[in-house]
């Protein structure tokens, strides 16, 4: 099991251009869309849970159309608190989407998560898995990213990473959602429980990297 106590000997960890990072609108280079940078041309087709110690890895198929580019859908899996600092709050958890296109580049699309109202969509991640280190089960659940993500404006940063587990691969593209995700206090509550110990990586050094906060330009 990956031990978050020993992340500053973790290889590979003096390399710049990591992840996470700590973002906020004032700091970033601002880009105005009159359309959505990200789209979610089909559901998630999940098919198999895997424990994985500290976290679960949801795999799934399925198709994201990021700034004009073709992406297939990998796994999901979180983090505890969450990794990003945005605008200066850490919010209790994130989700990661990881995403590979067809030359083989990695896209994160990270959503934070807060408690509130109940969240439907999520229902189905958010149950109590027992499962041991490397077990694999059945998950046999479609996720539809737009309902997710219904009735809100897209505010998302991007910037060139990381993977924030070892090996930390570089050259990760990451899209960090602004605006929270809810779950109810009883469904986080119910997955917390099930980890005794948080599996978020401190935010690293920006390095003079681009940030880009693309927002939808509010309509006349
Ligand atoms: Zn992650």
């Known amino acids: 099991m990956l031990d978050y106590k020993e992340q500053d000997n973790w290889p590979d960890h003096l390399s710049q251009w990591q992840s996470p990072l ?10 105005q869309q009159t359309a959505q940078v990200i789209n979610f041309s089909t559901d998630y087709k999940f098919k198999t849970v895997v424990g994985k110690g500290n ?16 992406f297939e859908f990998q796994q999901l899996h979180f983090h505890f608190p969450a990794e990003h600092l945005v605008n200066g709050k850490t919010a209790s958890m994130e989700l990661h989407f990881v995403q590979q296109n067809a030359i083989g580049q990695l896209s994160v699309l990270a959503f934070l998560v807060e408690t509130g109202t109940f969240n439907e969509q999520l229902a189905p991640f958010y149950q109590h898995f027992t499962l041991n280190e490397n077990e694999e089960t059945v998950f046999a659940e479609r996720l539809n990213m737009r309902a997710l993500t219904a009735g809100r404006t897209q505010k998302v940063y991007r910037y060139l990473g990381s993977l924030t587990t070892p090996p930390l691969l570089r050259g990760v593209e990451w899209w ?24 978020a990586r401190r935010v690293q050094k920006v390095n003079e990297r681009p940030i880009v906060r693309y927002q939808i330009q509010p309509e006349r």
């Open 176 to 199: 960090v959602f602004e605006e929270p995700l809810t779950v109810s206090p009883t469904q986080l509550e119910t997955l917390r429980t099930d980890f005794a110990s948080d599996n």
């Open 22 to 31: 700590e973002l906020s609108a004032l700091q970033a280079t601002k880009r």
């Open 55 to 70: 976290n679960l890895q949801y795999n799934g198929v399925g198709q994201t159309m990021i700034a004009g580019r073709t």
